[in-house]
């Protein structure tokens, strides 16, 4: 598997994660601070990769 391609999977599994969490948050908003601090750590990771792949995808 090359480099890019590790990285759009990572980028399918922050995506994913990002939808449970906005998930969980409606179907729970007793813990919904909580779930607010992990989408804002899955939006950071999802930031990260994209950049990553923007770099290795420059010509």
């Known amino acids: 598997m090359l480099a890019i391609e590790a990285l759009k999977l990572a980028l399918e599994k922050e ?3 990002i939808a449970l969490y906005k998930k969980l ?3 729970h908003p007793e813990i919904a601070d909580l ?3 992990l ?3 899955e939006y ?3 930031k990260k990769i ?3 792949i923007s770099e290795l ?3």
Request: negative net charge.
């Open 25 to 27: 948050t409606n179907a």
């Open 15 to 17: 995506n994913g994660s």
């Open 44 to 46: 950071k990771h999802k």
């Open 57 to 59: 995808t420059k010509d």
């Open 35 to 37: 779930l607010s601090d």
């Open 50 to 52: 994209e950049e990553k």
């Open 39 to 41: 989408l804002n750590e």
